[in-house]
């Protein structure tokens, strides 16, 4: 008769016991489900034609200056209007973040954006929908106009 005595045990919810010759069986399955929540957590990713990045506000003012000029580069404020009308990047227009998802439709997707709101937690959300509805490229400013005016970059009032 075998011995058992070198197998391990291992109780599942419900009642039922598994006995297995690895004591290392639990850690291994325990990394194998965390490599697989952890790999599906990551699907928000670009696809290969995609450029969705954050810039900080030095490298945006650069964008600004070097993009400017096209018609298909637009900034958009994702901030309230009345924050808006206290100071925004010159040349930006405002679309609220709480009814973005209703002007999306109204975009270019294959038009160049850059985005911000007032420390970054509203346009990071703004950038994850473009990005799901398949924007070609989209920088959002790090930090969002909070450091954009702590770098000493321009806003304009009103």
Do not use: K
Not at 82 to 89: T, V
Not at 100 to 121: K, V
């Amino acid at each position: 008769m075998m011995s058992h005595e070198h197998l391990r045990s291992l109780f599942i919810p419900g009642g039922a016991t598994v006995h297995m010759a690895n004591p290392y069986f639990p850690l291994i399955i325990g990394c194998i489900i965390m490599a697989v929540l952890i790999g599906g957590c990551s699907s928000a990713s670009t696809a290969p034609d995609q450029v969705i990045q954050s810039v900080s506000p030095v490298e945006a003012s650069t964008l600004i200056e070097e993009m400017g000029q096209r018609p298909e580069f637009i900034i958009i404020d994702v901030r309230r209007a009345d924050e808006f009308a206290d100071g925004h990047i010159p040349s930006a227009i405002n679309i609220d973040s709480n009814v973005f998802l209703e002007h999306i439709a109204g975009l270019d997707p294959d038009g160049a954006y850059l985005i911000y709101c007032q420390r970054g937690a509203r346009s990071a959300s703004v950038c994850g929908m473009m990005r799901d509805a398949g924007f070609i490229e989209v920088y959002e400013v790090e930090g969002g106009l909070s450091a954009w005016e702590a770098a000493g970059l321009p806003v304009e009032r009103g």
